[in-house]
């Protein structure tokens, strides 16, 4: 097994079953490519192969460690075509590529014109460009937890940012626990029967950098954050990733609840290229309030009081990661309370909560979780709930109004169905 999961057995066999599901695939792919030749198309036809995410075993869909985001990219050109491509059919390229490539390869293979608006290279064809220096990766919410990281890869360095690394890394989906292997994990944890390195996916407040040598820890599994031999290579893939989110305007770094609230009708995309000249100082502000640093609780105090709800939230996030060292913030979080923004209210009232100070946070929750109309805000109270234990603090006619409304948001009416079904309304 690798070294990153436990050898259980449910984890053992939902390897096997993904270990036949793939032989059975290629099964399926060497049927096509035979019709192909039986149609007399082969000849004309260009075949690009590529799964959408890694695997589904545990730790692959949803991270960012290349078990999540190293997939297979396997393209066929034929004879016909071969000025197409500069590489040789049979031919392992070493060359990064990432899915926001496709479209522009096959505008370029195509010859259209690439749109300038459009992001990524065209790897094959007349326009084809120079691999990036690196590959962006991603990831926000999925299904209904919500959580924020982003990382870079140059195909051998790996550099992961956690931006609300208050959270567990696991589960990221409820989804997940369709499969045995990872119900096993998370029973294996909380009977205690795991090592400290593979119960440290399930525990909150996690390390905030990541840096992998994949090429000497292909799992990545040892951190070289801390280590001051990898100091440079840290500050240069940090520096990195800090300037791609402000150069794309990453919209991460919006709340969902403030989608409708900023955006209006517009594309939250065009809002945030609305401001693109803000967007460096918003993303460094979001470095700052989450590297965990108490030295840094002045200026977050400071932007408690800004006039930008997006200020106000990464300060409030930077309290909230900080927990109880951020006490001098008090009084500035209470004002929060009263914030025109729902994700400002909430994100204060949980930081009062995490610092032992919950006059008036609870109940603050508990009437934005009643409040309908932004299903994203609504969503985000049940988050927030979920990460403070407090599903025992949501009354029962909340759960049997929200079990059966029919227009509930999906995964807010999910949770009132669970805890309908726990306390047997």
């Given amino acids: 097994m690798p070294p990153y999961l436990p050898d259980l057995p449910e984890i053992r066999s939902d390897y096997a079953v993904y270990s036949d599901t793939i032989t059975h695939l290629d099964r399926k792919i060497g049927k096509i490519l035979s019709e192909l030749e039986s149609q007399g198309l082969a000849d004309d036809t260009i075949v690009f192969y590529f799964s959408d995410h890694g695997g589904i075993l545990p730790r692959g869909k949803r991270y960012l460690k290349d078990t999540g985001v190293n997939v297979p990219l396997l393209v066929h050109v034929p004879e016909k075509w071969k000025a197409l491509s500069p590489f040789t059919n049979g031919s392992v390229i070493e060359e990064k590529a990432a899915f926001i490539d496709l479209a522009p390869t096959l505008f370029s293979m195509l010859g259209i014109e690439i749109p300038e608006i459009m992001q990524g290279r065209a790897i094959l064809g007349e326009k084809r460009k120079p691999a990036p220096e690196y590959v962006f990766l991603y990831a926000d919410r999925f299904d209904e937890i919500y959580g924020m990281r982003r990382g870079l890869t140059d195909g051998r360095w790996k550099y992961i940012r956690r931006f609300t690394p208050h ?178 209210r909430v994100s204060a009232a949980q930081a009062l909560v995490v610092m032992d100070k919950p006059a008036e946070a609870y109940e603050l929750l508990l009437t934005e979780l009643n409040k309908e109309g932004n299903e994203y805000a609504q969503q985000n109270v049940v988050n927030v709930l979920t990460q403070l234990d407090a599903h025992d603090r949501i009354p029962d006619e909340w759960v049997i109004k929200f079990s059966k409304k029919k227009k509930a948001g999906a995964y807010v009416k999910r949770l009132a169905e669970m805890l309908a079904e726990e306390r047997g309304l």
């Avoid at 609230?261 to 979001?286: F, G, N, T």
Wanted: hydrophobic share 40%; net charge negative.
């Fill in 167 to 344: 959270l567990p890394a696991a589960p990221y989906s409820y989804y997940q626990f369709g499969q045995d292997g990872w119900t096993a994990w998370k029973k294996a944890w909380q009977e205690g029967n795991l090592s400290e390195e593979l119960s440290r996916i399930w525990e909150p407040n996690q390390e905030v950098e990541e840096l992998f040598d994949t090429q000497s820890d292909p799992w990545e599994v040892k951190n070289l954050a801390q280590d001051p031999a990898f100091a440079e290579q840290l500050k240069t893939m940090r520096e990195a990733l800090a300037g791609q989110m402000a150069t794309i305007a990453d919209t991460g770094i919006i709340p969902e609840p403030m989608f409708p609230e900023l955006a209006k009708s517009q594309p939250i995309a065009a809002y945030a290229h609305s401001r693109i000249e803000e967007w460096p100082d918003l993303i460094e502000l979001a470095f700052t309030a989450t590297k965990r640093d108490e030295t840094q609780l002045p200026l977050l105090i400071e932007k408690l009081a800004s006039k930008d709800p997006l200020e106000r939230y990464w300060a409030s996030q930077g309290c909230l990661i900080l927990g109880k060292k951020a006490a001098p913030a008090e009084e500035a979080l209470r004002v929060l309370l009263a914030d025109p923004s729902s994700a400002n």
